[in-house]
């Protein structure tokens, strides 16, 4: 028997890689292309987490935020140490409708009770808080 050598090639081409396909350690190239899919899935991970990151940090900041209710002040409505997730948007389109919960920020020196009426004490003309 002869072989012919249009059958041998046909026969290389279709072999278990099918055709293109290169045969021998895999596609890795092999031992460096273990550490190159362990560095570029570090990589992946590290950018899915900054990602992950920064989509929290833009929601609290234009969307909604999580808060703790720190005082006794809006009782029997909200208790002491409850959460609430507050509508940051929501005020940019209408004002404040009865029955809605609107979350501020004291004034800068109202805890060290600076300005301000005495406290428990509602006296007309106390100093207002900048």
Sequence with gaps: ????????????????????????????GGAGGASKSKTNSIVELIVIV????????????????????PSGSMEPTLKVGQRVLVNRIGMHFSGPHVGEIVVFHPPKDAEQQICGPAPHMVTPGGAACA
């Design 1 to 28: 028997m002869s072989a012919d050598p249009a059958s041998a090639k046909g026969a290389e081409g279709k072999g278990a890689g099918g055709p293109g396909r290169r045969s021998g350690a895999g596609s890795g």
């Design 50 to 69: 900054l990602v992950a990151i920064g989509l929290a940090l833009a929601i609290q900041a234009w969307i909604v935020k999580p808060y703790r209710i």
